[in-house]
């Protein structure tokens, strides 16, 4: 069974910051490329930030500078750090696996809600 479990999320002031955990299990981890999606009510989910097998990282203009995405192979976990969070950020945001590093997910997480207040 595949079991992606997001937790970090929470409420924070302008420019606070949150890290966020997606745990895995039931895959090989260190094989997937994995991404952190974020969605708002009413709106698409984006992806915010995605790192490689090989940690190669990538990020949404919105957030670069701000957030970084890493991975720890042995713990089976990928972190976002998130720095001088704005209202903006507010959203579910929501872990995803992928084999195929090409755009389509193979897995999501349920997602952990991040609420910045101004």
């Known amino acids: 069974q595949v079991y992606l479990v997001e937790s970090g999320g929470g409420s924070v002031q302008t420019g606070g910051s949150l890290r966020l955990s997606c745990q895995a299990s039931?895959?090989?981890?260190?094989?997937?490329?994995m991404a952190w999606f974020r969605q708002a009510p009413g709106e698409e989910r984006v992806e915010v930030a995605r790192?490689?097998?090989?940690?190669?990282?990538t990020y949404a203009d919105s957030v670069k500078g701000r957030f970084t995405i890493a991975r720890d192979n042995a713990e089976k976990t990928v972190h976002l750090e998130m720095i001088s969070l704005k209202p903006g950020d507010s959203a579910m945001y929501i872990c995803?696996?992928?084999?195929?590093?090409?755009?389509?997910?193979?897995?999501w997480g349920q997602g952990t809600q991040v609420t910045v207040s101004s």
């Open positions: 790192i490689t097998d090989d940690s190669k990282r």
């Open positions: 995803a696996a992928a084999l195929f590093c090409n755009g389509v997910w193979d897995y």
């Open positions: 039931g895959f090989k981890f260190r094989l997937y490329c």
